[in-house]
């Protein structure tokens, strides 16, 4: 089976195509089409400019992608693409793209959770079949969750961000250094030459059963540091350690709260995703809380950890070949929740019911 997978939830347009075969999905084309350098001047992503690159990217990205793989519409069985959470403009780009695409070769259109995706990715990007159960760390840009993973669908949420998101408190420190749009590689860059016991950052909620976290006050903590030690901002050795004690806070806490939600549910897999997962101080420590806990780390390579589609077309294609019901492309959701059953009358088990339906 193979299936089409386009993601514009944010700023990344992104096309893939995977194919399923039994127990396994492979990746057959994949091209993400970063917007980073047209965000970078405003300090942050702006909706508008993004809903405008997908609209002017994706009729070239899903042609070229189809030329170069040399794949055409009819050997797809299926086209995937992300309903929610997102942007709505952009996520509407890809939904009414995908829609067209669908009619014009006569094939399904399903929408994917983005955080399902990322749910997932590593299991595809290390070529390994989807087991339950398992906990799953997702940690991006928009989005900080633990979750018990108990089986397709069976979702239950142990813990999120109540305030900022981790890789969003790597954004926003990077900022209060004038470092450019996305932060966290380049704190992790600066990181690297720093002591991270320099300055002893806040890390919240330390109690062992509360799998919540919370990283506004570590980013007010930065602030007020800033503005007691102003010299900090020209100095790189300042900032070298602010940087390293910064990491090492969110990373504590990540790792500490991976640890003990392994060892309150007796899970002994951790599968972890999204951009923060490129840091590697942070992949580090979960193999460390991992190990402690006897428990195995599946962890994408980077490239699949930040947005793309290869994981919503594998999402898809993983679930329609057990048989679990997907969601018709009819309306995306920029607030769809990765916790509610989809249990609407637009939920059809296969692809030959998937054509009837539309
Ligand atoms: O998953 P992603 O591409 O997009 C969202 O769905 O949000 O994640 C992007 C986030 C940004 O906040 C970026 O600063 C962060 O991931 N990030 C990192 C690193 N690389 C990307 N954070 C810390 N260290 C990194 N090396
Ligand atoms: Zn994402």
């Not at 997978?5 to 399923?20: F, K, N, Q, Y």
């Not at 299991?123 to 390994?128: D, G, M, P």
């Not at 506004?216 to 503005?227: D, I, M, P, Q």
Request: proline share 4%; charged share 20%; aromatic share 6%.
């Amino acid at each position: 089976m193979r299936v089409l997978g386009i993601e514009t939830s944010c700023d990344e347009t992104a096309v893939s195509v995977v194919e399923a075969q039994i127990g396994k999905t492979g990746i057959l084309a994949n091209v993400v089409s970063s917007q980073i350098r047209l965000h970078e001047q405003f300090g942050g992503i702006v909706p508008e400019v993004a809903t405008r690159e997908h609209l002017r990217n994706l009729p070239q990205l899903v042609p070229g992608l189809l030329t170069q793989s040399r794949i055409r519409l009819d050997d797809l069985d299926a086209i995937a693409v992300t309903q929610g959470p997102g942007l709505a403009t952009s996520l509407l780009i890809g939904y009414s793209y995908a829609r067209a695409l669908g009619l014009a070769a006569d094939i399904p259109v399903c929408g994917v959770n983005h955080l399902e995706g990322h749910l997932f990715s590593p299991f595809l990007a290390l070529s390994q079949k989807v087991e339950f159960p398992f906990i799953g760390l997702i940690v991006s840009g928009g989005h900080t969750l633990l979750v018990h993973a108990k089986g397709w669908n069976h979702y239950e949420k142990l813990g999120g961000t109540v305030d900022d998101a981790a890789g969003e408190a790597f954004d926003k420190v990077a900022r209060l250094m004038d470092i450019s749009y996305p932060g966290g590689p380049k704190i992790e860059k600066l990181a690297r030459t720093g002591n991270a016991e320099a300055y002893a950052f806040p890390r919240s909620f330390p109690q062992k059963d509360n799998f919540n976290f919370s990283f506004s006050g570590l980013k007010t903590s930065v602030r007020y540091f800033f503005e007691k030690n102003p010299q900090a901002h020209d100095d790189n050795a300042w900032k070298a350690d602010l940087c390293a004690s910064f990491q090492s806070a969110v990373v504590d806490v990540l790792a500490r709260k991976a640890g003990n939600a392994l060892a309150a549910t007796g899970c002994k897999r951790l599968v972890a995703s999204g951009g923060v997962l490129c840091n590697n101080a942070l992949r580090v420590a979960l193999a460390q809380a991992c190990a402690e806990q006897g428990a195995n780390l599946l962890v994408a390579d980077p490239k699949l950890c930040t947005d793309n589609a290869a994981m919503i077309a594998a999402t898809a294609a993983e679930k329609m070949a057990a048989g679990i019901p997907l969601t018709l492309a009819t309306d995306i959701d920029p607030n769809l929740s990765l916790f509610k059953r989809p249990g609407s009358t637009a939920a059809v088990k296969n692809k030959e019911k998937l054509m009837r339906q539309r």
